[in-house]
């Protein structure tokens, strides 16, 4: 065996070994969710492989809760979300990579620094903003304070700043405006980053608790983690049903996951290397 081959054998171990790792607790999880009644889930040792397998908590958990609107509006909210970032962020980043106007880079900087501050220190001034405009329990007090970030903003500048500006000047001499450039060339070129921010907008929304339970306060509004918590404080602590109801909750975003993963890799180093 080679020098090479033997390190590529340990670095596939090593990979394995954090992949086993990370999925302990999703399998716990699902262990928990297929387990009946009778059953121990505090039992040591733990186990993993149920006795009988219990299907229907599935099917119960999605009867306790009205999981169809829970769903709808946390879907609404997550893809609402996801186009209104995609869209400043598209405008703002062209704007910052593209254009040549006084003070650019200074905003940037500005961007930039916004990433510094800690959501939970903007919770107040936030929920301060949105109950002036009277936005409070709708699901546009969700969704307009976390619509743009400059986490999304800097990875499309950066993607727009990779496209060469030769481009750019052929599309001007052949008479296009800014608002075409950016429309039919920019933003075609840049399908792999718009992806990538998608992915991890929706991952974010979907999975958000804190700002949702701040601003929501009628149930028909509720998200999916809303109403798994809800679950736990109204039926006890039924760790089966919770179980299997989380997994519900966690399917949409492993099938968004998996649609755009293939953009991942190449969205995430956009900007990384100019040549």
């Known amino acids: 065996m080679t020098r090479k081959t033997?390190?590529?054998?340990i670095l596939?171990?090593?990979i394995l070994s954090v992949c086993v790792v990370l999925l302990i607790p999703f399998a716990w999880?699902?262990?928990?969710?297929?387990?009946?009644e009778a059953a121990d889930l505090f039992v040591f040792p733990p186990q993993w492989i149920p006795d009988p397998i219990v299907w229907s908590n599935f099917i119960k958990s999605w009867e306790i809760l009205p999981f169809g609107k829970y769903l709808f509006n946390t879907f609404?909210?997550?893809?609402?979300?996801?186009?209104?970032?995609?869209?400043?962020?598209a405008m703002t980043g062209f704007a910052l990579a593209r254009m040549n106007f006084v003070g650019r880079q200074y905003i940037l900087y500005g961007v930039l620094a916004t990433t510094m501050i800690p959501f939970q220190v903007l919770l107040?001034?936030?929920?301060?903003?949105?109950?002036?405009l009277g936005l409070v329990d709708s699901y546009a007090g969700v969704i307009l304070p976390v619509a743009v970030n400059a986490f999304g903003i800097f990875l499309l500048r950066q993607a727009f700043?990779?496209?060469p500006v030769?481009?750019?000047?052929?599309?001007?001499?052949?008479?296009?405006?800014?608002?075409?450039?950016?429309?039919r060339v920019m933003l075609p070129l840049i399908k792999p980053a718009l992806a990538t921010l998608a992915a991890f907008t929706f991952v974010a929304q979907w999975n958000d608790f804190i700002w949702p339970l701040i601003v929501l306060k009628n149930r028909d509004l509720y998200?999916?983690?809303?109403g798994l918590a809800s679950l736990q404080g109204v039926f006890g602590v039924n760790w089966r049903y919770i179980s299997a109801a989380s997994i519900i909750a966690l399917l949409p975003t492993i099938v968004f996951f998996l649609f755009t993963q293939r953009f991942f890799t190449k969205g995430i180093t956009s900007g990384a290397v100019k040549g």
């Not at 033997?6 to 054998?9: A, H, I, N, R, S």
């Not at 998200?223 to 809303?226: G, N, P, S």
């Open 223 to 226: 998200t999916l983690q809303l």
């Open 166 to 183: 030769d481009l750019e000047y052929a599309a001007r001499i052949d008479g296009c405006t800014d608002w075409q450039i950016f429309i």
């Open 6 to 9: 033997l390190e590529t054998v």
């Open 161 to 163: 700043s990779t496209i």
């Open 12 to 14: 596939y171990i090593l």
């Open 76 to 89: 609404f909210i997550a893809i609402s979300t996801v186009v209104i970032n995609l869209i400043l962020s």
């Open 29 to 36: 999880l699902l262990s928990t969710a297929l387990k009946s």
């Open 124 to 132: 107040i001034p936030l929920f301060i903003v949105t109950l002036k």
